[in-house]
């Protein structure tokens, strides 16, 4: 069966708003923007804007981030790994997308198992757990529909392990932390054309300005609009989005910020499931990059909306309180067709169909209140968070079954999209199911001596759900008390020592034989390590070993009356990190880090063979200093090789390989760059993953230009 789916600078009247009406209109396409460059001001005489932002003075490095803990700490004073992804880095290598910023960072894989559906995995495990500004955002499925676009975020934080503090559930894998763009005191614009291979277009637009005379209140919109084609058969893509946000302080001590974010995908020709991957003789298979499954009618939509309000209020003494209310919707519909079975190398017989017509609504509600501050205890100052969040999920979705499932498909029409589009009638089934999690959390951080610190806290979350999905009971109901603790040693001005320990856990529905539902899964993470400055803080290095664990992960058995029982399995993986972020020389910015992992079950064997076992990612650019207008870069991400055992004597491989993309960006003048980008440049063939029996090829060679506009 298929799987289920700075300068402050008044706005008004400013000589600088005819330019910046005339980039935004190239951007978005509006007629009639070259009448407005025929009276435009010279820019000589134009004054100066120092655009906030990213740039190469911050770079690829973060300062502090409270992503780990729910206090403002620098990394080096947070007991765990953590990388940050940078808009800067971003912006170099056009991630414009969660695939590839995920896919650029250390220790983790992004599972492509079908076109518009994705996985990631660190530390062994899936990543199910993700935060936009701090407040989590449950991943009930463990998989991303659609492509999630990074135009909407100044950078995004990953906490590999067990985030015990921050996050109420999920798995001792990771957590990921999207931080969204604000609106900067002063105007600042931006907007630009990227043109790609497979005639890929992507328009981008981002205003911020204040929007009273007083600067109190301020406002961003970000909007993006992309659509394309594939180097997949019949495979094209459509993307919009539009953010905006507004800030008015309320008083000298509180802000409040409203905000709503829309995102509206759409794909034709997409695949569900993907390519069989081996032969009756057991032989690989090897289609050429391009081949596709899908039907000529397949589509999937996919949108989604997003509104928050945001209250900040300093207390005093060092004190502030911030509540957070969001509201999120998902839509999903789709007509699908999925290929199985294992083709004959001769004939190519032996495939069969599966139509399908899915569609789903996917609503979540959460509210989140937290106090932090200092307080002085035996004469030393300490940090202090807590607080309580609330989240509401409901899923309901209904799959309409396409007549002639089963029906042969033959070596001239497998993946040729000819297959006729059915009705969708044969059968229904779907989901109706609501999950509700309330959680407490408290974190504090005690400083015992001068050099030495104490991070320590706790989670406690309680889960609930009811309804039903395909005929089985999602009804749960679970809680636990997750504890933290963490030590930082300063060895010496620019070096510390930690260690941490943290648990996470994860309610469950699936069903023993007896039909009893499975106790949650259990999750811990320990690691030891070390961080430190280079350079006077310009650059940073970190190194860690691990031990994580997931104990009770639900794994079918076998079938019972039709129906599928279950049992817990345990794993436990082990590795080590090292990782080197900044400025490592003037006008050189890196960004590396290394992965080795061990996998295993409780019998000792080695388990998810899909993960590789060594990772490197590494991403670099230098600014010329004959030609300072030029910065040149790379990155490479290379990974050992991964299989999967399809049946006893038959085995998948995918052999070790290095990605590498490289960039230019020349600065035109004081307001217009052009970049290119070359990704994948030796044009190497790989499958995406093996999270699957099935899997597909990743994109060969492409390229892509942007010429970018900034005010």
Same mark, same amino acid.
């Given at each position: 069966?298929?799987?289920?789916?700075?300068?402050?600078?008044?706005?008004?009247?400013?000589?600088?708003?005819?330019?910046?009406?005339?980039?935004?209109?190239?951007?978005?396409?509006?007629?009639?923007?070259?009448?407005?460059?025929?009276?435009?001001?010279?820019?000589?005489?134009?004054?100066?804007?120092?655009?906030?932002?990213?740039?190469?003075?911050?770079?690829?490095?973060?300062?502090?981030?409270?992503?780990?803990?729910?206090?403002?700490?620098?990394?080096?004073?947070?007991?765990?790994?953590?990388?940050?992804?940078?808009?800067?880095?971003?912006?170099?290598?056009?991630?414009?997308?969660?695939?590839?910023?995920?896919?650029?960072?250390?220790?983790?894989?992004?599972?492509?198992?079908?076109?518009?559906?994705?996985?990631?995995?660190?530390?062994?495990?899936?990543?199910?757990?993700?935060?936009?500004?701090?407040?989590?955002?449950?991943?009930?499925?463990?998989?991303?529909?659609?492509?999630?676009?990074?135009? =909407?975020?100044?950078?995004?934080?990953?906490?590999?392990?067990?985030?015990?503090?921050?996050?109420?559930?999920?798995?001792?894998?990771?957590?990921?932390?999207?931080?969204?763009?604000?609106?900067?005191?002063?105007?600042?614009?931006?907007?630009?054309?990227?043109?790609?291979?497979?005639?890929?277009?992507?328009?981008?637009?981002?205003?911020?300005?204040?929007?009273?005379?007083?600067?109190?209140?301020?406002?961003?919109?970000?909007?993006?609009?992309?659509?394309?084609?594939?180097?997949?058969?019949?495979?094209?893509?459509?993307?919009?989005?539009?953010?905006?946000?507004?800030?008015?302080?309320?008083?000298?001590?509180?802000?409040?910020?409203?905000?709503?974010?829309?995102?509206?995908?759409?794909?034709?020709?997409?695949?569900?499931?993907?390519?069989?991957?081996?032969?009756?003789?057991?032989?690989?298979?090897?289609?050429?990059?391009?081949?596709?499954?899908?039907?000529?009618?397949?589509?999937?939509?996919?949108?989604?909306?997003?509104?928050?309000?945001?209250?900040?209020?300093?207390?005093?003494?060092?004190?502030?309180?911030?509540?957070?209310?969001?509201?999120?919707?998902?839509?999903?519909?789709?007509?699908?067709? +999925?290929?199985?079975?294992?083709?004959?190398?001769?004939?190519?017989?032996? =495939?069969?169909?599966?139509?399908?017509?899915?569609?789903?609504?996917?609503?979540?509600?959460?509210?989140?209140?937290?106090?932090?501050?200092?307080?002085?205890?035996?004469?030393?100052?300490?940090?202090?968070?807590?607080?309580?969040?609330?989240?509401?999920?409901?899923?309901?979705?209904?799959?309409?079954?396409?007549?002639?499932?089963?029906?042969?498909?033959?070596?001239?029409?497998?993946?040729?999209?000819?297959?006729?589009?059915?009705?969708?009638?044969?059968?229904?089934?779907?989901?109706?199911?609501?999950?509700?999690?309330?959680?407490?959390?408290?974190?504090?951080?005690?400083?015992?001596?001068?050099?030495?610190?104490?991070?320590?806290?706790?989670?406690?979350?309680?889960?609930?759900?009811?309804?039903?999905? +395909?005929?089985?009971?999602?009804?749960?109901?679970?809680?636990?008390?997750?504890?933290?603790?963490?030590?930082?040693?300063?060895?010496?001005?620019?070096?510390?020592?930690?260690?941490?320990?943290?648990?996470?856990?994860?309610?469950?529905?699936?069903?023993?034989?007896?039909?009893?539902?499975?106790?949650?899964?259990?999750?811990?993470?320990?690691?030891?390590?070390?961080?430190?400055?280079?350079?006077?803080?310009?650059?940073?290095?970190?190194?860690?070993?691990?031990?994580?664990?997931?104990?009770?992960?639900?794994?079918?058995?076998?079938?019972?009356?039709?129906?599928?029982?279950?049992?817990?399995?345990?794993?436990?993986?082990?590795?080590?990190?090292?990782?080197?972020?900044?400025?490592?020389?003037?006008?050189?910015?890196?960004?590396?880090?290394?992965?080795?992992?061990?996998?295993?079950?409780?019998?000792?064997?080695?388990?998810?063979?899909?993960?590789?076992?060594?990772?490197?990612?590494?991403?670099?650019?230098?600014?010329?200093?004959?030609?300072?207008?030029?910065?040149?870069?790379?990155?490479?991400?290379?990974?050992?090789?991964?299989?999967?055992?399809?049946?006893?004597?038959?085995?998948?491989?995918?052999?070790?390989?290095?990605?590498?993309?490289?960039?230019?960006?020349?600065?035109?003048?004081?307001?217009?760059?052009?970049?290119?980008?070359?990704?994948?440049?030796?044009?190497?063939?790989?499958?995406?993953?093996? +999270?699957?029996?099935?899997?597909?090829?990743?994109?060969?060679?492409?390229?892509?230009?942007?010429?970018?506009?900034?005010?």
């Amino acid at each position: 069966m298929p799987r289920r789916i700075n300068t402050s600078v008044p706005s008004s009247s400013h000589p600088r708003l005819r330019p910046l009406v005339l980039a935004l209109s190239l951007a978005l396409g509006h007629a009639g923007a070259a009448s407005a460059a025929d009276d435009a001001p010279e820019a000589a005489v134009l004054p100066v804007i120092t655009i906030t932002g990213a740039n190469d003075q911050n770079g690829y490095q973060a300062r502090d981030s409270d992503s780990a803990s729910k206090l403002s700490l620098t990394l080096r004073e947070t007991p765990q790994s953590v990388s940050v992804v940078t808009r800067a880095r971003m912006d170099d290598f056009r991630l414009d997308n969660v695939n590839d910023v995920l896919a650029n960072t250390t220790g983790v894989t992004v599972e492509k198992v079908e076109t518009d559906r994705t996985y990631y995995v660190a530390r062994g495990f899936d990543i199910i757990n993700f935060q936009v500004d701090g407040v989590g955002m449950p991943l009930v499925f463990g998989n991303m529909m659609g492509n999630l676009d990074t135009a =909407l975020f100044d950078r995004v934080d990953i906490v590999r392990g067990a985030n015990g503090l921050a996050a109420s559930t999920g798995n001792p894998s990771a957590t990921v932390n999207f931080i969204r763009k604000r609106p900067g005191p002063a105007l600042a614009a931006s907007a630009g054309l990227t043109l790609s291979s497979w005639d890929t277009r992507r328009l981008d637009a981002d205003l911020s300005s204040p929007l009273s005379a007083s600067g109190s209140v301020k406002g961003r919109v970000v909007a993006v609009s992309q659509q394309g084609d594939s180097y997949l058969d019949r495979y094209a893509t459509k993307k919009n989005v539009v953010y905006g946000i507004v800030e008015a302080k309320l008083g000298s001590d509180t802000l409040l910020s409203i905000g709503h974010a829309w995102q509206d995908n759409k794909s034709s020709g997409g695949m569900w499931g993907a390519l069989p991957l081996y032969y009756t003789d057991g032989s690989p298979t090897n289609y050429p990059a391009g081949t596709n499954t899908s039907a000529d009618w397949s589509h999937w939509d996919n949108k989604t909306n997003g509104s928050f309000a945001e209250l900040n209020h300093q207390l005093g003494q060092g004190w502030a309180l911030k509540s957070t209310l969001s509201h999120n919707k998902e839509a999903s519909r789709s007509k699908l067709f +999925y290929v199985y079975g294992t083709p004959d190398k001769a004939t190519g017989d032996g =495939l069969f169909s599966y139509p399908s017509a899915y569609r789903s609504d996917h609503s979540q509600t959460l509210f989140d209140i937290g106090a932090s501050g200092q307080f002085n205890l035996a004469g030393r100052q300490h940090d202090l968070a807590f607080g309580a969040s609330w989240s509401r999920s409901r899923l309901d979705d209904l799959s309409g079954y396409g007549r002639g499932i089963g029906t042969p498909l033959t070596a001239a029409t497998d993946f040729t999209g000819g297959y006729p589009q059915p009705e969708f009638d044969d059968r229904f089934d779907g989901s109706s199911y609501e999950e509700v999690r309330k959680t407490v959390y408290a974190a504090a951080r005690f400083a015992l001596a001068d050099k030495v610190k104490l991070l320590t806290g706790f989670n406690s979350t309680k889960a609930d759900s009811t309804g039903l999905s +395909y005929g089985s009971s999602k009804q749960k109901s679970a809680s636990k008390t997750s504890p933290y603790v963490g030590l930082v040693y300063d060895v010496a001005p620019q070096v510390s020592l930690y260690t941490s320990y943290t648990e996470i856990f994860s309610p469950q529905s699936e069903q023993d034989i007896n039909g009893v539902a499975l106790d949650p899964i259990m999750g811990s993470s320990a690691e030891a390590g070390f961080k430190g400055d280079l350079l006077g803080g310009k650059a940073s290095f970190s190194g860690a070993i691990f031990r994580a664990r997931q104990n009770n992960t639900a794994e079918q058995v076998d079938m019972n009356g039709g129906k599928a029982y279950y049992r817990g399995i345990n794993a436990e993986s082990t590795g080590a990190e090292l990782e080197v972020t900044g400025e490592l020389a003037k006008g050189w910015l890196a960004s590396a880090g290394f992965t080795r992992l061990k996998v295993e079950d409780s019998q000792g064997k080695a388990a998810k063979t899909y993960v590789p076992r060594r990772l490197l990612r590494m991403s670099t650019t230098y600014r010329l200093p004959a030609v300072p207008q030029l910065k040149i870069g790379a990155n490479v991400n290379w990974q050992s090789d991964i299989e999967r055992e399809q049946k006893p004597g038959i085995v998948t491989r995918q052999d070790s390989y290095a990605v590498l993309g490289l960039m230019a960006r020349y600065e035109i003048n004081r307001n217009m760059t052009l970049a290119v980008n070359l990704n994948n440049v030796t044009d190497k063939k790989y499958l995406t993953s093996l +999270y699957w029996s099935q899997a597909y090829y990743a994109a060969p060679r492409s390229a892509s230009a942007t010429l970018n506009w900034t005010y």
